[in-house]
Every structure is written in structure tokens, then in C-alpha cells.
């Protein structure tokens, strides 16, 4: 008796316990076929392949520039940048003959009784500005007027104001880092 006769009779039982047994170990064997056969296959793959090529490096990456060094800045330099605000907006090439300096901004707002510009806020009709007028800063919209002065347009960082003196361009001044606050708006933290 060859050997796929006694595999034949062996799961052709007609019993029922015995034949459903036979059935899930023939499943089980024919999986495991079906698994040795894809491990077969791939370990055949992985053998007849051969591995990818390497890709050198172009030489102009292989070489390395020199570091430029970050040299100190002079107390002048210093200065400059100081007076200077990076992100002002009215800031200007340090040699350029345009720039005004803080003492001859402060002589243009003079003409204005006392308002200094401290804020300006939304767009359009809505937009108005923040004033800062005897140590007390009001919100002055478009069309509304503060000692005498009729807020005419609001730009970024600049307001113009008219009157029967004429019409004044009014321009945002930075807030100095030790200016002290107005008096009655202390903050609480410091009590």
C-alpha cells in the first residue's frame, strides 16, 4: 500500500466525530503547506536578489566652507541698534539720511497740545485711536475729537488730526521701558 492510498483512506472516514476531525486536520496540514511554500518563496527572492548599489556623495557636498564668526558689537553699534527698534515700523538702513531721530519726532508732536499717540486699533470706520493726554489715556475714534483736534484717518502706527490750526500727522511713539505707569493705574501685583 502506497503512502497517498493510506493518506486517502485516512481522511475518507464516514463517521461523523471522526470525520469532522479528519477535516480540520486536513485544513491545518494544507496551511501549513500553503506557508512552508511562501516561506520557500520568499527566501528564494531575498537569495536571488542582490542589494541595491550605493549612491556616493557629489563632492561639492563633501566639502566644508568656513564658519564666518559672529564678532561683538561696538558700544556705537550697541547704541544704534538700541535707539533703533528691529521691528519698528518706521525703521530705516542705519546710514540712510531719511531716518528721524526720537528728539525730532518729539518736536513734531510739541504742536499738539500734550497728545501723544500710545495705540491704534481696528480698520475703517470702526478704527480709532489710544491717546495719552494729562497722564490719562482715552479711545478717540474716527470723526471724534480730543483737545480740539478732530481724528481725520488712522494708519498703521500714525493717525492724522485736523483742526482750525490746520491738519497734524500724530505718530505712534514707543513706550519707553522705564517710563513709570500714569498714577491711579499701578498694578495690583506690586502692592
Given at each position: 500500500?502506497?503512502?497517498?492510498n493510506?493518506l ?10 471522526l470525520?469532522t ?14 506557508l512552508?511554500?511562501?516561506?520557500a518563496w ?17 563632492q561639492d ?12 558689537l ?9 535707539q ?5 515700523p518706521?525703521?530705516?538702513?542705519a ?6 531721530s526720537?528728539?525730532d519726532r ?5 504742536d499738539?497740545e500734550?497728545?501723544?499717540l500710545?495705540?491704534?486699533?481696528g ?10 493726554l494729562?497722564d490719562?489715556?482715552l479711545r478717540v475714534?474716527v ?14 502706527g ?18 519707553s521701558?522705564n517710563?513709570?505707569p500714569p498714577?491711579g493705574r499701578?498694578?495690583?501685583r506690586?502692592?
Amino acid at each position: 500500500m502506497s503512502a497517498l492510498n493510506r493518506l486517502n483512506l485516512r481522511y475518507r472516514v464516514d463517521t461523523e466525530p471522526l470525520r469532522t476531525e479528519r477535516r480540520a486536520e486536513l485544513l491545518a496540514l494544507f496551511l501549513g503547506i500553503v506557508l512552508l511554500l511562501q516561506i520557500a518563496w520568499g527566501a528564494s527572492q531575498l537569495w536571488l536578489l542582490s542589494p541595491p548599489e550605493p549612491i556616493q556623495p557629489s563632492q561639492d557636498s563633501l566639502q566644508v566652507r568656513e564658519a564666518l564668526g559672529i564678532a561683538a558689537l561696538s558700544e556705537e553699534q550697541s547704541r544704534s541698534m538700541l535707539q533703533r527698534p528691529l521691528f519698528w515700523p518706521d525703521r530705516r538702513p542705519a546710514g540712510d539720511s531719511a531716518v528721524e531721530s526720537s528728539s525730532d519726532r518729539a518736536a513734531e508732536q510739541e504742536d499738539i497740545e500734550g497728545l501723544r499717540l500710545v495705540g491704534v486699533y481696528g480698520a475703517g470706520n470702526s478704527a480709532g485711536i489710544i491717546v495719552l493726554l494729562n497722564d490719562s489715556k482715552l479711545r478717540v475714534g474716527v470723526g471724534e475729537t480730543v483737545a480740539g483736534w478732530r481724528v481725520k484717518s488712522v494708519e498703521p502706527g500714525a493717525a492724522v488730526l485736523t483742526s482750525k490750526k490746520g491738519k497734524q500727522r500724530l505718530l505712534l511713539q514707543p513706550a519707553s521701558a522705564n517710563a513709570n505707569p500714569p498714577a491711579g493705574r499701578r498694578s495690583k501685583r506690586g502692592r
